[in-house]
Nanobody, 126 residues
Framework: QVQLVESGGGLVQAGGSLRLSCSAS???????MAWFRRAPGKEREGVSY????????YYADSVLGRFIISRDNADNTLYLHMASLQPEDTAMYYC????????????????????WGQGTQVTVSS
């Protein structure tokens, strides 16, 4: 089965940086990948998306200019470089994959993804 394992979360002060990683296994091909997050009392929301090749990326308006998504297909690893972190970034961050030639939908749609990791907690103190 497909397995996704996130890491890199932690406690950081406002203005600080973190790099999240997502290691994928059990894949037979290169998937579309994305980061989502769920803050306390809120719905899960899309943070960033990256295409199979890595040449196309999308970001939520709230993180644009502060976060950078990247991937290493040789290692089946997804990254999220987060800078200028703010308390509102506090959330559980999840890695997700979609196994398809073309995505065929809107990247922020949770139901379109095929597998999810367990999440890694990011806490930003003020």
């Amino acid at each position: 089965q497909v397995q996704l394992v996130e890491s890199g979360g932690g406690l950081v002060q406002a203005g600080g940086s973190l790099r999240l990683s997502c290691s994928a296994s059990g894949l037979t091909g290169v998937p579309h990948m994305a980061w989502f997050r769920r803050a306390p009392g809120k719905e899960r929301e899309g943070v960033s998306y990256i295409s199979k090749s890595g040449r196309t990326t999308y970001y939520a308006d709230s993180v644009l200019g502060r976060f950078i998504i990247s991937r290493d297909n040789a290692d089946n690893t997804l990254y999220l470089h987060m800078a200028s972190l703010q308390p509102e970034d506090t959330a559980m961050y999840y890695c997700a994959v979609k196994i398809a030639t073309e995505f065929g939908g809107i990247w922020t749609t949770v139901s379109l993804y095929d597998a999810w990791g367990q999440g890694t907690q990011v806490t930003v103190s003020s």
